[in-house]
């Protein structure tokens, strides 16, 4: 799996890289610029060119930004210094004080921000900040980090900002880092590699420059470079094929500049004390020289103890010069460290030719990211401007990135509320905060929630009173870790206490864990059953974090990066979309738009009563483009519909279990199409049934009567009650059957069913009749031939190989009821609202078990199915098929009817009919099955094209015609084709 995921981050940065540019242009008009501002500066001028000041701070005390815009302004007017980096701020008046600044100032300012997460992690009391790095890389999908990166560039623009300090590129592989941490994509050297370039671009392409940092790489550290300096001490080898490829990576994808950290590595430079931002063998030497990076550099911050604490008084400045960097970033006094500049180049340290060369690369930088002069920040609407597009991006990440770490219980996947039931069963402990979040008033309302908080100054007392408590008057119990430090330090502030409580409810109760906030800190968790990594603790994460606990979304996260033992990088359940990954319909070719009138046709299907909810999902060159639940599991809106679902398949069990085994059979040269029945189950030998073709039960053309109603000599006919000879209330070794809930039928009355068809009278052959004794005769065929029952076949064969959770017979057997839509509020026979048990009266009496019915799954399941009949027999590196049987079982062949074999196929009329079927533009090459209980899907190959439609329309009346007399299937099915860019369609 590794060899995999790395080929795939490979091949999409051979990708990036084969397009990139360099992030600094040497166009002529640039130098030409470049030249002509350096020929009018002065010595001191071109040497404050270099020197990024600091505009603000923050009074966290009085909670008010500190501006120093005064002693900026007078080393402006004195120097014509080269930048500035505001650190917090009102937008309003950060903007008003830029805009002065520029105005005064003989040369462009370079205006940089520390923005990793936006604008708002700087601006936060106006601003909203989005994700840190990490919870990025818990998304799988890199377009989003792109995305991320234009957010954040837009932000800049706005705010009149030409450098984002951004991205880290730091591979953080020590859990215990107290500086980088969070800030990381994580430790996949890939991965942070190819999100790095991601988020460069997005800033680029936004007119900001970005700024990898911290070079040569800090992610391996155990001090904070803030108040001292972080020894590293590994083998050149080991920096060259681990920190250093993220780097090499992102100067060929063209980023325009890089930080350097302060850092002490002796393999580099082993001069005592000397950090990287000031070493020359590192600046010069390794980057410059051994790499080749062409761009701006800027040290870290010179303010910071680690270089600061051996290099005081603007020597740090001169040695960073020296060793080649271009910018100083925080130098101090202004006066004293231009001074001690011009010393060391009176000393021969330095030559006015190294400020020329430094000066000149941030005056080309300034043009290509400004254009050599400054247009005035508009402050009008500037903070909504700054928040517009903060929301949807959090949304999006979080719901991308929240990772189902474990998951044990299908209780929680979804947790259903009771709505009829007043006591609630559910208890929310909110671990680490004291009034309501989010995630707990969902809790709440959307589950009537017990809620109990249990902060981190909590007395520890309390954990045995409230674990005892949670145990006795609860039955799901779900926790949220809040509030606790993103940084390791003293365990990020979880009290023992706090542990305790969460740990004992993760051993002794039904429960799931939410962690929100740093994902390390799921070190502390890692035995719980149910546990979720969030990696932020926000509202937008919050009410994620409820939509995948009610199934409204899927998990698609990954760890990125290792926890626990139990949990390494890359660990986390995609609890949808695992062989079929999601994509926007844009990419695969599909109008949203058009897409979105889905919406329409099955929310009238829902509101004129054609079914009190259903499923689509519509699969595009072999990925999701549409995937949307609608309305509830009855008309009494207590069990909403989620994508996750399982539905009564019906009779599209003949295709994705009977049909697919007998293909199976065939392949393996087990059953021969020309022979017959007899061949193969020796119970039809003596009967008419005997001598009838495997090729003709396959088309329905055997002459075999449409259906049997096995059950109404079982009942009274009058009442609808079975028969007790025939069935009881409560199992027992000889009514071992169960039909139903609490109901159970004879053991040796299966055998008269069997009887009933052999009995049954037999049409002439080669006449078409649809029937479904044909395909119980099927799946007797496979058990025959496998030596096992059907169920076990195809999940041997088929269910299990391709990874799917849901698609299986007797679900009540593997899932939690709450996840099983119910069908038919029976009025004979079984007499109760059928949920979990076969639809199909026949199928029950087989056990549940049978070749016409039984399958239940979710839509994503089937779709799986379909898709790998759609590719010719293989997906996701397995074959199960030669395309050779696929295309032989999928094609037509029948003069009399549409039939493939076992398949269903498009009117051969389509164009003329008056009725097309499945609907008019599927291609004559199509494929699939419509089921009785609402249900239906289809694969074209023509179009690349897979559609399921999942319903329990037959809820709560079995013979509600409307769904058919609307054409939901058929018109849905038309709206997809129809949203198929640059395709006619009939």
């Not at 078409?768 to 025959?784: P, R, T, W």
């Not at 395309?883 to 051969?908: C, Q």
């Amino acid at each position: 799996m590794r060899k995999i995921y790395f080929l795939f981050i490979m091949l999409q940065l051979g990708c990036v890289v084969g397009k990139a540019q360099t992030g600094l242009h040497h166009s002529s008009t640039a130098q030409h610029w470049a030249d002509s501002v350096f020929n009018s500066l002065t010595p001191d001028q071109r040497i404050a060119q270099l020197m990024i000041l600091r505009l603000s701070a923050y009074d966290f005390k009085n909670k008010i930004p500190i501006y120093y815009d005064s002693a900026v302004a007078e080393a402006i007017k004195k120097y014509n210094v080269g930048g500035i980096c505001p650190f917090q701020g009102n937008p309003v008046e950060l903007a008003n004080i830029i805009n002065k600044l520029q105005q005064i100032a003989q040369t462009p300012l370079m205006t940089c921000i520390d923005a990793e997460w936006g604008i708002g992690m700087r601006l936060f009391d106006s601003v909203t900040a989005l994700p840190h790095q990490m919870m990025l890389g818990a998304v799988q999908d890199a377009t989003i980090v792109h995305q991320y990166g234009k957010v954040v560039g837009e932000q800049c623009s706005r705010l009149g900002i030409n450098v984002n300090y951004a991205p880290v590129v730091d591979i953080n592989n020590n859990p215990n880092n107290p500086v980088i941490n969070d800030r990381s994509f994580g430790e996949d050297k890939y991965k942070v590699a190819l999100y790095g370039i991601k988020y460069m671009q997005g800033l680029q392409e936004s007119g900001v420059m970005a700024c990898a940092k911290h070079f040569p790489g800090h992610g391996d550290v155990s001090v904070d470079s803030h108040f001292d300096l972080p020894v590293i001490n590994k083998t050149m080898a080991q920096l060259d094929s681990l920190e250093l490829y993220p780097f090499r990576e992102i100067f060929k994808a063209g980023i325009g500049s890089v930080m350097v950290a302060h850092l002490y590595i002796p393999v580099i430079d082993s001069t005592p004390n000397r950090a990287t931002s000031i070493s020359q063998k590192n600046v010069a030497g390794l980057m410059r020289n051994t790499i080749g990076f062409q761009g701006l550099t800027f040290t870290d911050a010179l303010e910071m103890q680690g270089v600061q604490k051996y290099f005081p008084g603007g020597a740090a400045s001169v040695q960073a010069l020296i060793a080649g960097n271009d910018m100083l970033c925080l130098p101090g006094n202004v006066d004293s460290t231009i001074q001690k500049i011009k010393d060391a180049i009176e000393n021969k340290e330095l030559s006015w030719q190294d400020i020329e060369l430094h000066c000149k690369r941030v005056l080309m930088a300034k043009y290509q990211y400004g254009g050599g002069h400054f247009e005035p920040i508009n402050t009008t609407n500037i903070t909504a401007d700054l928040n517009k597009e903060v929301p949807s991006m959090k949304k999006l990440v979080a719901e991308n990135a929240i990772t189902v770490l474990k998951k044990t219980s299908d209780n929680f996947f979804p947790l259903v509320a009771d709505k009829k039931n007043p006591t609630t069963d559910i208890a929310y402990i909110a671990i680490g905060i004291n009034t309501d979040n989010a995630f707990a008033k969902r809790m709440r309302t959307d589950y009537n929630a017990a809620v109990f908080y249990f902060d981190y100054k909590a007395d520890p007392i309390r954990v045995l009173s409230t674990v005892a408590l949670i145990k006795s008057r609860f039955k799901k119990v779900v926790i949220g870790i809040h509030n606790y430090s993103r940084t390791p330090a003293n365990n990020f502030g979880l009290t023992p206490a706090a542990i305790d409580l969460a740990t004992q409810l993760q051993q002794e109760t039904n429960s799931i864990s939410f962690v929100f906030g740093n994902p390390y800190a799921i070190k502390n968790f890692c035995a719980a059953k149910n546990i979720v990594a969030c990696y932020e603790d926000d509202e937008y994460t919050q009410l994620a974090a409820i939509d995948l606990l009610q199934g409204k979304i899927t998990a698609k996260g990954k760890l990125p990066v290792t926890v626990c033992e139990a949990y390494p990088f890359g660990s986390g359940i995609i609890t949808a979309a695992g062989i079929l990954p999601i994509a926007d319909p844009a990419a695969v070719g599909l109008d949203i738009t058009k897409l979105n009138s889905i919406d329409s046709i099955a929310n009238n299907a829902i509101s004129k009563g054609a079914t009190p909810g259903c499923v689509v999902l519509v699969v595009k060159d072999g990925k999701i483009a549409f995937q949307k639940a609608y309305g509830h599991f009855n008309y009494d809106n207590a069990a909403p519909v989620t994508t996750e679902s399982v539905y009564d398949m019906a009779s599209v069990t003949k295709i994705c279990a009977t049909t697919i085994s007998i293909m199976k059979l065939y392949e393996q040269g087990k059953i021969d199409l020309k022979k017959e029945l007899g061949d193969y189950l020796p119970m039809v030998k003596g009967s008419n049934k005997e001598h009838l073709l495997i090729e003709n039960i396959l088309l329905h053309q055997a002459g075999l009567v449409a259906f049997i109603p096995f059950y109404r000599q079982a009942i009274d006919t009058v009442t609808g009650i079975p028969f007790p000879k025939y069935f009881v209330h409560q199992q027992s070794d000889s009514f071992n059957i169960r039909v139903a809930e609490n109901l159970f039928m004879r053991n040796d009355y299966r055998d008269s069913l069997y009887h009933k068809i052999l009995q049954s009278p037999l049409g002439l052959t080669g006449k078409y009749i649809y029937s479904d004794n044909d395909f119980i005769f099927l799946g007797k065929v496979v058990e025959a031939i496998s030596g096992l029952p059907l169920n076990e076949y195809v999940k041997k064969e088929f269910y299990q190989p391709l990874g799917l959770t849901s698609a299986g017979f007797k679900p009540r057997e593997y899932l939690p009821l709450n996840r099983i839509a119910p069908t038919e509020n029976e009025k004979v026979f079984r007499m109760e609202l059928i949920q979990g048990d076969v639809h199909d009266p026949g199928a029950a009496m087989f056990g549940g078990v049978a070749g016409h019915a039984g399958l239940f799954s979710s839509a994503y399941d089937i779709a799986v199915i379909m898709q790998m009949l759609l590719n010719g027999g293989e997906i996701n590196g397995t074959r199960y098929f030669k395309k050779a049987t696929v295309d032989l079982f999928t094609a037509y062949h029948s003069t009399i009817s549409r039939r493939a074999y076992g398949f269903d196929k498009p009117e051969k009329d389509n164009a003329t009919s008056v009725e097309p079927y499945p609907c008019l533009s599927a291609s004559p090459l199509s494929f699939g099955h419509t089921g009785f209980t609402g249900t239906c899907t289809w694969a074209d190959p023509e179009k690349k094209l897979v559609y399921v439609f999942l319903s329990n329309r037959v809820t709560p009346v079995g013979d509600n015609p409307l769904l058919g007399k609307l054409n939901v299937r058929p018109s849905i099915h038309e709206v997809i084709y129809k949203a198929m860019i640059g395709t006619s369609v009939k």
